[in-house]
């Protein structure tokens, strides 16, 4: 584990997770201090597919896609953390707890996506995370991602 803080543009944020359009939810890392935390945006547009359901006249970001989004960012500061891991390791999302919804997110808002680690144990990552629009949260929750192979 380094105290380095790293940045990664969509690119290098693709070659560490298995996600592509429409369910890459991270845009950038802004801050990733490996085996601490990472700090990474999403910039939510009106193109996005799920808008012309969620809800029409009423645009608003489906919150578990929020979830998934925190969990993305979690997945690249394990990778980040662990940069000599098995190339068919995939971080899955394994557990939500206590999230928290708090705000509604709608086209045009920048969602800047926050999780720190709180344990490690054999493996499975723990973290604290908070995904807020400019200085206003909009969710929290306690994520936790496992390893597993690649199918």
């Known amino acids: 584990m380094s105290d380095t803080a790293y940045k990664l543009d969509s690119a290098g944020i693709m070659a560490l997770l298995p996600h592509r359009y ?3 939810l991270i845009d950038a890392v802004t801050e990733c201090t490996p ?5 990474a945006i999403k910039n939510v547009t009106i193109n996005e597919p799920y808008f012309q359901g969620h809800f029409p006249g009423r645009p608003v970001m489906p919150g ?15 990778y980040m953390t662990h940069k000599e891991r098995d190339p068919g390791l995939v971080y899955y999302l394994a557990s939500v707890e ?3 919804f708090r705000r509604p997110v709608t086209p045009g808002d920048t969602l ?7 344990t490690v144990r054999r493996g499975v990552w723990f973290y604290d995370c908070e995904a ?8 929290t929750a306690g994520i936790v ?6 199918r």
């Not at 800047?112 to 709180?118: D, G, I, P, S």
């Not at 807020?132 to 969710?139: I, K, N």
Request: some cysteine; hydrophobic content about 55%; aromatic content about 2%.
């Open 22 to 24: 429409p369910f890459l």
């Open 35 to 39: 085996g601490k935390s990472i700090t």
């Open 64 to 78: 578990v896609l929020i979830i998934e989004a925190l969990a993305q960012a979690g997945g690249v500061l394990s």
């Open 98 to 100: 206590n999230a928290r």
């Open 112 to 118: 800047e996506l926050r999780a720190v680690v709180k």
């Open 132 to 139: 807020r629009v400019g200085p206003a949260v909009a969710v």
């Open 145 to 150: 991602c496992a390893p597993g192979a690649a």
